[in-house]
């Protein structure tokens, strides 16, 4: 099991919880879950036009009005969060980016895979 990465990032969740603007951070949340809304909708256009015989697990009327309608909604609701909360979504989103970086760049296994 994951023990010490659940512990780590249940320490920095409650740090966060605790020196952070409890509304911002409920923004910030709410706003990571806007972005999500938004790459499924996308996948799912794109997974019915790439993969149109593929076995799927739900049904998913109505595409691609509905999930174009998903988006848009999403948008809506993203641009109607404060401005503060969408500059700290970007910020976390290139923090995010930098680190994923730094670790990909470290740990990828095809670079591993030249040095065998």
Same mark, same amino acid.
């Given at each position: ?5 659940? !512990?780590?990032?249940?320490?920095? #969740?409650?740090?966060? #919880? ?23 909708? =996308? ?27 998903? =988006?848009?909604?999403? =948008? ?6 404060? %401005? ?6 970007? #910020? !976390? ?12 760049? %470290? ?10």
């Amino acid at each position: 099991t994951p023990f010490f990465n659940t !512990w780590v990032t249940g320490i920095l #969740a409650a740090l966060l #919880a605790g020196l952070v603007d409890l509304n911002l951070l409920a923004n910030l949340v709410n706003m990571g879950t806007i972005t999500a809304f938004v790459f499924v909708s =996308i996948a799912v256009i794109v997974l019915r036009k790439t993969h149109p015989n593929m076995k799927r697990p739900f049904r998913a009327p109505l595409v691609p009005f509905l999930p174009i309608v998903s =988006i848009v909604s999403c =948008i809506y609701l993203a641009l109607n969060l404060s %401005k503060l909360t969408l500059i700290s979504f970007v #910020a !976390w989103i290139i923090v995010g980016v930098f680190i994923y970086f730094v670790y990909a760049k %470290k740990h990828s296994n095809v670079r591993n895979r030249n040095k065998v």
